[in-house]
Nanobody, 118 residues
Framework: QLHLVESGGGLVQPGESLKLSCAAL????IGWFRQAPGKEREAVSC????????TYLNSAQGRFFIGRDNDKNTVYLQMHSLKPEDTGVYYC???????????????WGQGTQVTVSS
């Protein structure tokens, strides 16, 4: 059983930045998803085990950046220019390969709350 732990969420004002972390073992594709209140979960970004990055969320293009620190077994989601519509619970998930379909991931973290409000 792979145990994922997200951290770094919080309350920020519009335009500010936030960096989320996902502690996970290496060798997996790690995806970030988010779920806003009353809305379906949506894929944000993913980093395959072999390198490269994928951004699924159009509104995240140029604002959110995913990265991996193999020495620390951690995947990051650096978020800039945050907007109120970015508010939600952010989850990281581990799988064999990247996919926008959350059902393709085998392991999930508990989520971390991100609130963007003035």
């Amino acid at each position: 059983q792979l145990h994922l732990v997200e951290s770094g969420g919080g309350l920020v004002q519009p335009g500010e930045s936030l960096k989320l972390s996902c502690a996970a073992l290496n060798g997996f594709a790690i995806g970030w998803f988010r779920q806003a209140p009353g809305k379906e979960r949506e894929a944000v970004s993913c980093i395959p085990s072999g390198g490269g990055t994928i951004t699924y969320l159009n509104s995240a293009q140029g604002r959110f950046f995913i990265g991996r620190d193999n020495d620390k077994n951690t995947v990051y989601l650096q978020m800039h220019s945050l907007k109120p519509e970015d508010t939600g619970v952010y989850y990281c998930a581990a799988g064999i390969y990247c996919s926008a379909d959350g059902g393709e991931y085998d392991y999930w973290g508990q989520g971390t709350q991100v609130t963007v409000s003035s």
